[in-house]
């Protein structure tokens, strides 16, 4: 079983956190208006800052953010920018095996 193994199952996981957080990205990026190159997820190339066509909404990949508390993890998987009302969303995806599950629970910062 390859979930046995340690170094096979670390390397299962960060596959399938890369493919979720693609498709993720490509998601919000096509429900806020961002232009894609592609129609499905899996063909397109993300870059890494991407803005609506009116200019309100970034979404942004894999970027350090500076705040001023310490929070586990600066470097989260999405941000989602609004320029009007100059807030963030940060989504940091984490995938676990079934036996971990029960102590991953959502944080809001």
């Not at 957080?21 to 063909?43: P, S, T």
Request: charged letters at 25%.
């Amino acid at each position: 079983m390859i979930l046995a193994c340690p170094v096979l199952s670390e390397v299962r996981y960060i596959k399938r956190h890369d493919r979720l957080c693609a498709q993720l990205y490509f998601n919000i990026c096509k429900e806020i208006g961002v232009i894609l190159d592609n129609e499905h997820w899996y063909h397109h190339v993300p870059i890494v800052v991407e803005t609506n066509r009116e200019g309100k909404v970034t979404i942004l990949q894999i970027q350090q953010v500076q705040t001023d508390r310490t929070i586990p993890n600066y470097k989260p998987d999405v941000i989602i920018r609004d320029n009007e009302k100059g807030t963030c969303m940060l989504i940091d995806v984490a995938i676990t095996g079934t036996e971990m599950m029960s102590r991953k629970k959502p944080r809001i910062f």
